[in-house]
T-cell receptor
Framework: EDQVTQSPEALRLQEGESSSLNCSYT??????LFWYRQDPGKGPEFLFT???AGEEKEKERLKATLTKKESFLHITAPKPEDSATYLC???????????FGPGTSLSVIP | IAGITQAPTSQILAAGRRMTLRCTQD?????MYWYRQDLGLGLRLIHY???????GKGEVPDGYSVSRANTDDFPLTLASAVPSQTSVYFC?????????????FGSGTQLSVL
């Protein structure tokens, strides 16, 4: 069964304290892995798509990486405005729909 | 550009009542989706539509129905609401009829069924 898990469930960082969020997935074939950011009371907002192991994407203080079984979202020198829930999702090659993980709630304290 | 508009923003509903959640997009995207988001479970797909005139079932379709009469509108109907349908509902769209790729989400509808 296709599955997406994320860890940790919640993460609290001091401003400037770099860290990583993990997304582990089990699918028979990966078509794409997606990262979204969700602010309270809003819908998720697209960040990145990764397609193959070894691929990396960057946006401001965020960098997403992909291996055959997991993806990491690295946050370098975070700021309070990076506080949000980060969602990982995967799409399997033979299945059009996307499976979302439960998310990691990130709090960055000034 | 508004993107995706959902209405209402929130609703309290008595069990057994019928309710339609509205979703409209102005991006001319082919594909549209309805998800529910529950704490600890993530986003789960209820129904989807790859193009106007077609719909399909997602992971948790029971108790819900959808229609796609045109490109822009994708309403979700609860025929007879039950408390387990208390959730936050998100409508989304994508510019692809062969998979989600980049999803654009609305701001959600908070539904409480009592």
């Amino acid at each position: 069964e296709d599955q997406v898990t994320q860890s940790p469930e919640a993460l609290r960082l001091q401003e400037g304290e770099s860290s990583s969020l993990n997304c582990s997935y089990t699918v028979s074939g990966l078509r794409g892995l997606f990262w979204y950011r969700q602010d309270p009371g809003k819908g998720p907002e697209f960040l990145f798509t990764l397609y193959s192991a070894g691929e990396e994407k960057e946006k401001e203080r965020l960098k997403a990486t992909l291996t055959k079984k997991e993806s990491f979202l690295h946050i370098t020198a975070p700021k309070p405005e990076d506080s949000a829930t980060y969602l990982c999702a995967v799409q399997e090659t033979s299945y059009d729909k996307v499976i979302f993980g439960p998310g990691t709630s990130l709090s960055v304290i000034p | 550009i508004a993107g995706i508009t959902q209405a209402p923003t929130s609703q309290i509903l008595a069990a057994g009542r019928r309710m339609t959640l509205r979703c409209t997009q102005d991006m001319r995207h082919n594909a549209m989706y309805w998800y529910r988001q529950d704490l600890g479970l993530g986003l789960r797909l209820i129904h989807y539509s790859n193009t106007a005139g077609t719909t399909g079932k997602g992971e948790v379709p029971d108790g819900y129905s959808v229609s796609r009469a045109n490109t822009d509108d994708f309403p979700l109907t609860l025929a007879s609401a039950v408390p387990s349908q208390t959730s936050v509902y998100f409508c989304a769209s994508s510019d692809s009829d062969r998979g989600n790729e980049k999803l654009f989400f609305g701001s959600g509808t908070q539904l409480s069924v009592l």
